[in-house]
């Protein structure tokens, strides 16, 4: 079973800090995904890394994927009273069931104003 | 353009009860996924279908579970003599394509069963 684990699990932050979130697992994933969930709702999808070492942008959110493609990072600069939520990544398997998806425990952001 | 609806958003059932919920993809969407989450856990993957076809059921425990997506009509997942155990949020998730081929899950907000 892959496992994807995420840190912090928890970070209050002040607005207008910058932060880091990490997903890191021992195992390959074809893709890694980055939902954003809020309290009583479901993950919304933020971005898609396929590549070795790709980094995409959403305003202010950047996201790399991991040369070896095992680990991604979420920095956001400037960070928002909106940018709270539970952050999840998620990893695609390969091969026959690349339909799973293996969602890590996420990364609860606070922040405050 | 609604996206996927999950009823009911809370359903809470005594023990041995059974609980259905529903789930209505995005129109014209043909894959729906249900995924649990506990607490303190991520969401974990349960069961694939496509209409009238289940493709991969490993997630989902073999006894008391059953889900189904019929034709016509919502997909169900049916969880028959609830546990506390069972007690969680199930979330379902549609897609026009197989996701993994570039083709992202839209989730539903879920249906919050307790279990009392």
């Known amino acids: 079973t892959q496992l994807l684990e995420q840190s912090p699990q928890f970070l209050s932050i002040q607005e207008g800090e910058n932060l880091t979130v990490y997903c890191n697992s021992s195992?390959?994933?074809?893709?890694l995904q980055w939902y954003r969930q809020e309290p009583g709702e479901g993950p919304v999808l933020l971005v898609t890394?396929?590549?070795?070492?790709e980094v995409k942008k959403l305003k202010r959110l950047t996201f790399q994927f991991g040369d070896a493609r095992k680990d991604s990072s979420l920095h956001i600069t400037a960070a928002q009273p909106g940018d709270t939520g539970l952050y999840l990544c998620?990893?695609?398997?390969?091969?026959?069931?690349?339909?799973?998806?293996?969602f890590g425990k996420g990364t609860l952001l606070t922040v405050n104003p | 353009n609604a996206g996927v609806m999950q009823n009911p958003r809370h359903l809470v059932r005594r023990r041995g009860q059974e609980a259905r919920l529903r789930c209505s993809p995005v129109?014209?969407?043909?894959?729906v996924y249900w995924y649990r989450q506990l607490p303190e856990e991520g969401l974990k993957f349960m069961v694939y279908?496509?209409?009238?076809?289940?493709?991969?059921e490993s997630g989902m425990p073999k006894e008391r579970f059953s889900a189904e997506f019929p034709k016509e009509g919502p997909s169900i997942l049916r969880i028959q003599q609830v546990v506390r155990g069972d007690s969680a949020a199930y979330f379902c998730?549609?897609?026009?394509?197989?996701?993994?081929?570039?083709?992202?899950?839209?989730f539903g907000n879920g249906t919050r069963l307790t279990v009392t």
């Open positions: 998730a549609s897609s026009p394509r197989r996701t993994g081929d570039n083709s992202p899950l839209h």
């Open positions: 195992s390959v994933f074809s893709s």
């Open positions: 890394v396929v590549t070795g070492g």
């Open positions: 998620a990893g695609v398997e390969g091969g026959g069931s690349n339909y799973k998806l293996t």
């Open positions: 129109k014209g969407h043909s894959h």
């Open positions: 279908l496509q209409k009238e076809n289940i493709i991969d």
